[in-house]
């Protein structure tokens, strides 16, 4: 009878420990906070792009919880100059950023000369194609 005792009390110790331990996980839980940034500054320098445009084209596209064009308070697109700067509280995909400024340039029929360049974490640029036409001219004086 002492060692059933001695099981239950263990059986006790345990569970309430698990708990304990179950409950630090569920304060220690960080909040997810991703920021993101679009630097449209050479396209919109050249009067080819407009941010407000791409800023509204985001807006409307952006899926959040399954749902298109609803940002609720989870998502946050705001516009700094010739900037995009994306806060998420929810999972956000950068990739899923590049694909809808993909979508966009496509749209707009800037595909073939600007292109989504990863400038750093968190951080794409739209660049220019670079295209080489010293070769085209060395071919043409041959």
């Known amino acids: 009878s002492s060692e059933r005792k001695d099981d239950e009390a263990y059986e006790h110790?345990?569970?309430s420990k698990m708990s304990s331990k179950a409950k630090k996980q569920a304060r220690s839980k960080k909040k997810i906070q991703l920021k993101f940034v679009i630097d449209c500054t050479h396209p919109v320098e050249d009067g080819i792009m407009d941010v407000g445009n791409f800023e509204n084209f985001l807006k409307e596209r952006i899926k959040v919880n399954g749902k298109v064009g609803q940002l609720g308070t989870d998502v946050r697109l705001t516009r700094d100059r010739n900037k995009l700067n994306l806060l998420a509280d929810v999972p956000f995909s950068k990739r899923y950023l590049k694909y809808l400024s993909k979508k966009f340039l496509?749209?707009?029929?800037?595909?073939?000369w600007l292109r989504v360049v990863a400038a750093g974490s968190g951080t794409y640029e739209l660049r220019y194609f670079q295209i080489n036409n010293q070769e085209e001219d060395e071919k043409d004086d041959d």
């Open 13 to 15: 110790v345990v569970s």
């Open 106 to 112: 496509k749209k707009h029929k800037l595909r073939d």
